[in-house]
């Protein structure tokens, strides 16, 4: 095993996520092998038998090894949380030795670079490898009329993000009280080693032709999207006239942000509230990066 070797996650438990890695391994064989060592490591859910198609499938890409959680965990989020950890114990007993990565990708995500890993791994050693690097979200608040603004998350990095091998052992055992990316990120921030990356990004089905235009992002999340539609969406290749308009991108942005704004006046409560709230406050935040 190689000191820098990464890991790729892909934790399934149904066959529609079966599928959708299926169409993300089909793509990754039309890219060139990447400079950096990489392990699959296929973390099916203890309901299930491990997926034969979708060993076949990776062990064509590099190693591969199939396991199956054996928390007796389900529901949402208690069961993705669970299976995470699964994986992170099973990664730092098996690949201690490297200070390469451990990439949480789920079935909605998609590399959308031909180099992608290999740059994801040039972030992660620029400097002194971190404990997590990924997508950051900022506090997210619901902002309500004649009222103070009420937090509705709290900062953190996207669970689709890549972590150190040995994270399960490196972690507190009040870390894993909660939806997992939430509760680790503050361990490992008051440690100062949570690294932001704009390479890892949300996108959504009205723009993600765009971001595959965007030069810096080369892994994109469809958090609350149709799944499906989104994965299909981030693989097909760009069109000659989807190339020649990447000029018209940041109007394109400005309008959609400001249809945004308008949204949450009147989704003011449940998962789409948050997530409307979510994509604007991250909006700000990299408007005031840019203007920095």
Known sequence: MSKNQ???????????EITRYL?????????PKPEV?????????????????????YS???PCTSFQCPSQVFGYPEGPTAMYWDAMEFIAEKFAMSDGFSLWLE???APIKPDWLD???????ASEPPLMMGCYVPEVFKHRFLRRPKLILAPHVNGGACYATDFAKRMPPEAREGVFDVAVYQHAQAKDQVKASKQISFSTLDRVRRDLLDPDKVLLHGFMQEKDEFIESCLKPLT???????AWIPIQDRIENLRRRIRVCFVRRGHRAMFENMLLAKNRLESQNRAA
Request: hydrophobic content about 35%; charged content about 30%.
């Open 6 to 16: 990464h890991i790729v996650i892909l934790p399934y438990f149904c066959d529609d």
């Open 23 to 31: 169409k993300i391994a089909e793509k990754l064989r039309s890219y």
């Open 37 to 57: 060592d990489v392990h699959y490591l296929l973390a099916c859910s203890p309901r299930r038998e491990p997926s034969e198609i979708l060993y076949e499938a």
């Open 60 to 62: 064509k890409l590099g």
């Open 107 to 109: 079935s909605d995500m």
């Open 119 to 125: 740059r994801l791994s040039a972030e992660w050693y």
């Open 240 to 246: 000659q006239k989807e190339q020649n308009s990447a």
